[in-house]
């Protein structure tokens, strides 16, 4: 059955957010909402793609109403003036603008319980974001990060240490990193965020592009239960190591990691995208997250 969806579009620094709304299931609604978030050269799609299917569809059908948002330059958000488009911009800006943005205007239109969920970078950009802007945790129920982990080279891979510098020229050299034609994504991300991956690998660090802002820091303001997701195959872009790494940083103990994979109790061994676009994420993945949800509000 076609789902009839809802299209706003959300100010953010000149930028017009693209925010796809799935209204819950009719009679189903349980005034619980949820606010899904892509993470690089990706965009809404990811939870719910053309045949409108994946995690937009699953909580839908469970009665939650659900937003898909878009941060600057993805999906269909609109860009600020005419061609050529203006790529100036970086992590930062996803951080202190783009998601705030967007939680401020599910804020108004949701008025129960809101979950945020976001995977790879989207999880991480919402954590900080949440710790920059204290005040937007009352409005947040928990956070779920879907294989979120910052890049490091501790874990000893050798292939993010080539491309990564890789990245950083070509974005350069392109004026932005092309996500499409390299097979990373349908959207193409700044060069001032492929720079920011490349320092946080090299240095260890966890800091906004000008080094005054320690995002690590920040994390220790969130105080939101925290449930954090990775796939046992996912062993580049976000290990399990990392992502334990990442839910030490927030305070308090209400924070859960589970690892998806044979080792760990489960038939399938998940990787970095099939956790949320595997065919079998909406029997093991997203029941869990759901679960988790249902707990930490008590029913």
Known sequence: MLIETVDHWVSSGGHGLYLQEIPAASGKDNGVGVLFLHGAFSNQRLFFNHDQKGAGRYFHELGYPVFLGNMRGHGRSRWPGHPPHDWGWSFDDYVEADIPALLGFVGKHEAGPLFVVGHGLG?????????????????????????????????????????????RLLSRLHGRMPGRPLRLGPSD?????????????????????DGEVDYAEVLAKVTLPVYAAVGEGDTHQASSARVKQLVQRFPGRDHFVQVFGPQHGYPRRFGHYDIVVGRHADEIVFPAVEAWMRRTLGH
């Open 123 to 167: 999880g991480y950009a919402a954590a900080v974001s949440l710790g920059l802007f204290p005040e937007l945790q009352r409005q947040v129920s928990g956070l779920v990060l879907l294989a979120s982990a910052i890049n490091d080279y501790r874990d000893g891979d050798k292939g993010r240490r080539l491309e990564l510098p890789l990245a």
């Open 189 to 209: 991300e700044p060069p001032g965020l492929i720079r920011q991956f490349s320092q946080w690998a090299e240095q260890g660090s966890f800091k906004s592009l």
